[in-house]
């Protein structure tokens, strides 16, 4: 019997979305979004390659919250907070099927990480049953 392998709960580059085009898809029409307080999140199917499956934008914008310092706390709070929940939407995906994630901050305040871990860990979960399709009914002889 071998023992299960354990969870890596790391957030290398790899797993970052950078590239210019597939943040523009991502905000373009074919997104979709949830939102639970202080997080949305805007997420989009794709096609997986042979990266990772899920890519994911971490965003806090200047007109929330003012001082630097401030943005780059919630930056932090949002990447620690997926980082330990990743495993959810990546075990959950159908083979050959990825998901292209972003996590954008809406309060106007510093939050604690508490609630900013519950609100991704909520949006991680309605994900998952978004991305897993309807399970067709059985059939009867």
């Known amino acids: 019997m071998t023992a299960p392998t354990p969870l890596r709960h790391t957030f290398p580059k790899a797993e970052h979305l950078c590239l210019q085009r597939d943040i523009e898809a991502l905000f373009s ?35 929330k919250l003012k001082h630097a310092v401030d943005r780059n706390r919630a930056k932090r709070q949002l990447r620690e907070a997926y980082r330990l929940r990743k495993h959810m939407l990546a075990d959950a995906l159908p083979e050959g099927t990825g998901m292209h994630v972003g996590l954008l901050w809406m309060a106007a305040t510093p939050q604690p990480s508490a609630t900013v871990a519950r609100a991704v860990g909520r949006l991680l979960h309605a994900l998952t049953e978004r991305a897993v399709p309807a399970a067709t009914p059985l059939e009867r002889p």
Not at 29 to 49: H, Q, T
Not at 50 to 55: A, L, W
Request: net charge positive.
């Open 29 to 63: 029409a074919g997104s979709r979004s949830l939102s639970v307080f202080p997080v949305r999140a805007v997420f989009r199917s794709v096609a997986a390659d042979s990266g990772p499956r899920v890519k994911v934008l971490v965003s806090v914008s200047k007109r």
